[in-house]
């Protein structure tokens, strides 16, 4: 019998961490520093640029900010399959799911 996986499979995973000392993370939030938003999606920017060559992107679906991103830990960037012009992609530490969005390239 063969096993259907119902997870796809991700184009490009990516293992990222934002340490501790980021100009960024300075009073946000003070003995409790999360990554903020925008430098979250800085780094799904990067990423999709760096997987689709000459595209650009030109908004964004269906975003969610489930957990906080921690500095100092790595997490994982998972993009996946171009389709029709939007990509998935989601973002991990560890177990946890932090983020998700769909993204669409021009």
Do not use: W
């Not at 990509?87 to 560890?94: A, E, F, K």
């Amino acid at each position: 019998m063969t096993s259907i996986s119902l997870k796809p499979k991700a184009l490009k995973n990516v293992i990222r961490s934002i340490p501790l000392d980021h100009p960024c993370l300075e009073g946000h939030f003070p003995n409790a520093p999360i990554i903020p938003a925008a430098l979250t999606n800085e780094c799904v920017h990067e990423e999709l640029r760096a997987c689709f060559d000459d595209t650009r992107i030109s908004g964004v679906s269906k975003l969610k900010f489930i957990a906080p991103l921690l500095p100092d830990m790595e997490f994982e960037i998972q993009i996946y399959a171009n389709k029709n012009g939007s990509v998935p992609v989601s973002i991990r530490q560890g177990d946890k799911l932090c983020f998700s969005g769909l993204f669409h390239l021009l």
